[in-house]
């Protein structure tokens, strides 16, 4: 009898824990979907391209180092799923015209890239190792950025050939996005490991 209660009480507790580990990283996710249509506010624009530079690509590096890939991926799809809602959060508004404007192809790789960075980052330890999972992240938004960028020039009939898509939609950003992934790299570690003891 007695080990049969001590057993309904470990299993009880268990439930508990998953639970409530639950409900974090529900929080979490959500956490990073908001903070990612907070990184679309800060923008500016350079010359010679249509697409702005934002605190977008900073987020979501620090989803996929911090919340892992499974759950940076959520998050990432959480904001997109809210933008195209309706919701004002992309740098561009909301709704389904910033997915098919000239910078649908990024917010697209926005999952992937959490995804990718979490995958790699969740493998070693070290800033060096978050450092390479950013860098990683940084190109699979760009491979998708760009793609849709040549897509969207031709279409639109702006024409141009691969060295225009590049210099344009890859090319000016590659500076300021390394150094985003530099940041990421140096404060995700302690992040990672408060939302570990939560």
Not at 90 to 95: C, D, H, R, S, V
Not at 145 to 157: K, Q
Request: proline share 4%; net charge positive.
């Amino acid at each position: 009898m007695r080990q049969r209660i001590t057993g309904l009480l470990a299993a009880e507790a268990a439930q508990k824990t998953a639970v409530q580990r639950l409900a974090v990283e529900l929080a979490a996710v959500t956490a990073f979907a908001a903070l990612t249509a907070l990184g679309a506010r800060v923008q500016f624009h350079l010359p010679g391209t249509l697409v702005p530079v934002t605190g977008q690509v900073f987020c979501v590096l620090l989803a996929g180092c911090v919340l892992g890939s499974r759950l940076g991926f959520v998050s990432q799809v959480q904001y997109l799923a809210a933008g195209v809602a309706g919701a004002p959060v992309f740098a561009l508004g909301g709704g389904i015209g910033p997915l098919l404007g000239p910078t649908g192809g990024y917010l697209v790789g926005f999952p992937v890239a959490a995804l990718v960075v979490g995958a790699i980052a969740q493998r070693g330890q070290g800033r060096v190792w978050s450092l390479a999972a950013c860098l990683c992240g940084v190109a699979a938004i760009y491979l998708f950025g760009a793609t849709w960028y040549g897509v969207w020039r031709s279409v639109t009939g702006a024409g141009g050939g691969i060295a225009a898509v590049l210099h344009e939609s890859v090319l000016p950003f590659i500076g300021v996005d390394v150094a985003k992934a530099v940041l990421v790299a140096a404060v995700a570690a302690p992040l990672r490991r408060r939302l570990s003891a939560v």
